[in-house]
């Protein structure tokens, strides 16, 4: 099968070498996406609300550059420095998503990108 590279300019670009997203066949394996405004590049320095809130949008991008949505991620991965946050992630994604809702994994780090306290990836089957 052949990868298809998903770019956007309405998520963060990459900061290293890898792409936002690889396609291959109906399934999109999206990158981890931290709390990067994608215009500016800076990372947001608000409330952990607002970061979770960035991230997921940042990953919606993602989705519909590869012509998803949220709603077709089929497993989620969360990192978060502090799993103390692990409440406010859980109701900010439920505005996110509809049920059934993805399987998915949430872990504590030590560190993460730029010092961000949140990142999410994903993997995406397109119907």
Do not use: W
């Amino acid at each position: 099968m052949s990868k298809e590279f998903i770019k956007t300019d309405s998520a963060p670009a990459a900061i290293g070498p890898y792409s936002q997203a690889v396609k291959v066949g109906q399934t999109v394996y999206l990158s981890g996406q931290i709390p990067l405004d994608p215009v500016s590049m800076t990372v947001l320095d608000d409330a952990m609300a607002a970061q979770i809130d960035q991230v997921f949008k940042n990953l919606s991008a993602v989705c519909q550059a590869a012509g998803g949505s949220l709603n077709d991620l089929v497993k989620v991965n969360i990192f978060l420095i502090d799993l103390g946050h692990f409440a406010l992630v859980n109701e900010i994604m439920a505005t996110y998503f509809s049920a059934p809702y993805p399987a998915r994994a949430a872990v504590q780090v030590s560190a993460l990108p730029k010092g961000v306290a949140v990142e999410i990836d994903g993997v995406l089957v397109l119907s």
